[in-house]
């Protein structure tokens, strides 16, 4: 489809583990988003990319987690040694030009990670 | 700082009933704010923005910088209205969205 996508939809690991989620942005789009949205919560800014480099990655909550997207297209977001806090759904948005204001933000389906 | 404010995280009304879902904000500069919508296994899509000032699927929101505030407002709601809606900022200049909560309106037959 034309759509954000987003790999796995569903993730169950094991406190201390790596993981990896991946996201496929809609062609074209130069801008792309990751949020985390915990529950009964808003999403909530991780990072951003404008081509290939991280232009913010202020939300990072610490630095088990980060980010690559190294051709301008898919992004990956790591997280290592896994917390059982880090469990909620990772939102991938893209968008054609940077920022909500000059174009809309399109979202994936979300990777939902649960930390045992 | 800016925080996004909604605070009803459940409503619930008739069908054909109007129905607002109130937002306050704070920020420091000029806002952009937004409504998003998440239907049942549907992904997060944008509804409205302020700055088109337009009425999308019979909602329209109107900010209101004296009371910091982005209520979205629909005269007669419909059963397919029933869904998650979330209030959101962002800088003029900026590139990142603050959600707030959401709010999950149900509209009942």
């Known amino acids: 489809g034309a759509g954000v996508s987003q790999t796995p939809s569903n993730k169950v690991t094991e406190k201390g583990k790596y993981v990896e989620l991946r996201c496929d942005p809609i062609?074209?789009?130069?801008?792309l988003y990751w949020y985390r949205q915990s529950l009964g919560q808003g999403p909530e800014f991780l990072i951003y990319?404008?081509?290939?480099?991280?232009?913010?990655d202020s939300g990072l909550p610490n630095d088990r987690f980060f980010a690559v997207r190294p051709e301008g297209s898919v992004s990956t977001l790591k997280i290592q040694r896994t917390e059982r806090g880090d469990s909620a759904v990772y939102l991938c948005?893209?968008?054609?030009?940077?920022?909500?204001?000059?174009?809309?933000?399109?979202f994936g389906e979300g990777s939902r990670l649960t930390v045992l | 700082a800016q925080r996004v404010t909604q605070p009803e995280k459940l409503l619930s009304v008739f069908k054909g009933a109007p129905v607002e879902l109130k937002c306050n904000y704070s920020?420091?500069?000029?806002?952009?704010l937004f409504w998003y919508v998440q239907y049942s296994r549907q992904r997060l899509q944008l509804l409205l923005r302020?700055?088109s000032r337009e009425s999308i699927k019979g909602f329209t929101a109107d900010l209101n910088k004296g009371e910091t505030s982005f209520h979205l407002k629909k005269p007669f709601a419909q059963e397919e209205d029933s869904a998650m809606y979330y209030c959101a900022l962002s800088g003029r200049y900026d590139y990142k969205l603050s959600f707030g909560a959401g709010t999950t309106v149900t509209v009942r037959a």
């Open positions: 948005a893209s968008s054609l030009d940077a920022g909500p204001n000059t174009g809309e933000l399109f």
């Open positions: 062609s074209g789009h130069t801008a």
């Open positions: 302020h700055i």
């Open positions: 920020y420091s500069g000029s806002p952009e």
């Open positions: 990319f404008q081509g290939t480099g991280a232009a913010d």
